[in-house]
């Protein structure tokens, strides 16, 4: 199972996980029966990659393995806005 960094609330197995710093504390009704659930404050969320392909609204960052110095699939090491000299390669149609 891999860490994510939550960046916007997920209800996942009555357990409402938010980013960390949110304000609410101890339970939250369920957007799902109602009912309360507990709240997970951390910022962040353990999923197996199936999980995590349900979340495709920007909900999930995922974190970098301890010990590794590469950043996550699909974004570059390198600051690109601070580059004067960045051109993004562009698309072929």
Do not use: C, W
């Amino acid at each position: 199972m891999a860490m994510y960094k939550v960046v916007r609330p997920i209800e996942h197995n009555n357990k409402l996980y938010l980013p960390a710093g949110e304000a609410i504390i101890g339970k939250a009704k369920s957007a799902s029966h109602g009912g309360d659930i507990a709240v997970d404050r951390s910022g962040t969320i353990e999923l197996t990659p199936q999980e995590a392909a349900h979340f495709t609204n920007g909900q999930l960052v995922p974190l970098a393995k301890e010990g590794s110095h590469s950043a996550p699939a699909g974004t570059s090491n390198a600051n690109e806005a601070d580059d004067p000299g960045f051109m993004p390669t562009p698309i072929k149609q």
